[in-house]
Protein backbone atom coordinates (compact mmCIF):
# COMPACT_ATOMS: atom_id res chain seq x y z
CA UNK A 1 0.00 0.00 0.00
CA UNK A 2 1.08 3.23 -0.99
CA UNK A 3 1.22 6.55 0.86
CA UNK A 4 -0.26 9.40 -1.18
CA UNK A 5 -0.39 13.03 0.45
CA UNK A 6 -2.52 15.56 -0.97
CA UNK A 7 -2.80 19.23 0.06
CA UNK A 8 -6.12 20.92 -0.71
CA UNK A 9 -6.90 24.45 -1.53
CA UNK A 10 -3.77 27.05 -1.52
CA UNK A 11 -3.11 26.19 2.12
CA UNK A 12 -0.09 23.99 2.84
CA UNK A 13 -2.74 23.21 6.71
CA UNK A 14 -5.16 20.90 5.01
CA UNK A 15 -3.17 17.67 3.70
CA UNK A 16 -5.14 14.68 3.44
CA UNK A 17 -3.62 11.08 3.10
CA UNK A 18 -5.19 8.96 0.72
CA UNK A 19 -4.22 5.33 0.91
CA UNK A 20 -4.01 3.74 -2.50
CA UNK A 21 -3.89 -0.56 -2.90
CA UNK A 22 -1.40 -1.29 -5.28
CA UNK A 23 -1.94 -4.58 -6.71
CA UNK A 24 0.15 -4.42 -9.84
CA UNK A 25 3.74 -2.97 -9.92
CA UNK A 26 4.94 -1.84 -13.68
CA UNK A 27 9.06 -1.42 -13.54
CA UNK A 28 9.40 0.69 -16.57
CA UNK A 29 7.45 2.87 -18.83
CA UNK A 30 8.31 1.03 -21.70
CA UNK A 31 7.38 -2.80 -20.19
CA UNK A 32 4.61 -4.44 -21.34
CA UNK A 33 3.87 -6.51 -18.23
CA UNK A 34 3.63 -5.78 -14.32
CA UNK A 35 4.56 -8.09 -11.79
CA UNK A 36 1.30 -8.82 -9.12
CA UNK A 37 2.11 -7.88 -5.83
CA UNK A 38 -0.88 -9.03 -3.75
CA UNK A 39 -1.61 -12.51 -2.84
CA UNK A 40 -3.60 -13.57 -6.16
CA UNK A 41 -5.08 -11.38 -8.84
CA UNK A 42 -8.90 -13.42 -9.72
CA UNK A 43 -10.35 -13.21 -12.99
CA UNK A 44 -12.00 -9.76 -13.87
CA UNK A 45 -10.53 -7.69 -10.83
CA UNK A 46 -10.05 -4.03 -11.14
CA UNK A 47 -6.59 -3.55 -10.89
CA UNK A 48 -4.26 -0.54 -9.77
CA UNK A 49 -0.67 -0.40 -11.04
CA UNK A 50 2.13 1.84 -9.77
CA UNK A 51 4.30 2.44 -12.63
CA UNK A 52 7.61 2.65 -10.39
CA UNK A 53 9.77 4.59 -13.06
CA UNK A 54 7.80 7.89 -13.13
CA UNK A 55 5.64 7.41 -10.00
CA UNK A 56 2.48 7.05 -12.43
CA UNK A 57 -0.52 4.49 -12.05
CA UNK A 58 -3.27 2.59 -14.29
CA UNK A 59 -5.58 0.55 -14.01
CA UNK A 60 -6.14 -2.56 -15.34
CA UNK A 61 -8.65 -5.53 -15.68
CA UNK A 62 -7.45 -9.30 -15.26
CA UNK A 63 -8.73 -12.15 -17.49
CA UNK A 64 -7.10 -14.70 -15.18
CA UNK A 65 -6.30 -15.58 -11.56
CA UNK A 66 -2.36 -14.78 -11.16
CA UNK A 67 -0.73 -15.71 -8.27
CA UNK A 68 1.99 -13.53 -6.36
CA UNK A 69 4.72 -12.88 -8.12
CA UNK A 70 3.79 -13.66 -11.80
CA UNK A 71 3.21 -11.44 -14.69
CA UNK A 72 0.07 -9.70 -16.22
CA UNK A 73 -0.07 -8.47 -20.10
CA UNK A 74 -0.58 -4.63 -20.00
CA UNK A 75 -1.41 -5.10 -23.69
CA UNK A 76 -2.10 -7.35 -26.40
CA UNK A 77 0.51 -9.41 -27.37
CA UNK A 78 0.79 -11.88 -30.35
CA UNK A 79 3.24 -14.75 -30.98
CA UNK A 80 6.91 -13.25 -31.66
CA UNK A 81 6.52 -10.01 -29.74
CA UNK A 82 9.32 -9.42 -27.12
CA UNK A 83 8.35 -9.42 -23.25
CA UNK A 84 9.55 -6.29 -22.20
CA UNK A 85 10.15 -5.67 -17.71
CA UNK A 86 12.61 -3.27 -16.34
CA UNK A 87 12.52 -1.86 -19.85
CA UNK A 88 14.33 -5.19 -20.76
CA UNK A 89 14.17 -8.00 -23.14
CA UNK A 90 13.19 -10.65 -21.09
CA UNK A 91 11.53 -13.19 -23.24
CA UNK A 92 9.57 -14.05 -26.49
CA UNK A 93 5.57 -14.65 -26.82
CA UNK A 94 4.91 -18.26 -27.99
CA UNK A 95 1.18 -18.01 -27.66
CA UNK A 96 -1.08 -15.00 -28.53
CA UNK A 97 -1.39 -13.35 -24.88
CA UNK A 98 -4.29 -10.88 -24.02
CA UNK A 99 -4.53 -7.61 -22.35
CA UNK A 100 -4.93 -8.74 -18.76
CA UNK A 101 -4.29 -12.34 -19.21
CA UNK A 102 -1.04 -14.44 -16.61
CA UNK A 103 2.18 -14.52 -18.70
CA UNK A 104 4.33 -17.16 -17.52
CA UNK A 105 6.26 -19.99 -19.04
CA UNK A 106 2.88 -21.73 -20.89
CA UNK A 107 2.83 -18.21 -22.81
CA UNK A 108 6.87 -17.50 -22.85
CA UNK A 109 10.12 -18.50 -23.57
CA UNK A 110 13.71 -16.84 -23.44
CA UNK A 111 15.31 -16.78 -26.45
CA UNK A 112 18.32 -18.05 -25.09
CA UNK A 113 17.15 -21.56 -25.71
Known amino acids: MRLIYKILGNSNK???TIFMATDIIIHDQKDNVGVVVVEKIVPNQDCSCWIMENDGSVNIQSIDEIPLG???AMTDLKEGD???KYGHDIGKVVKSIKKGQHVHVHNVKTKKW
Do not use: S
Open 14 to 16: QID
Open 70 to 72: HKI
Open 82 to 84: TIL
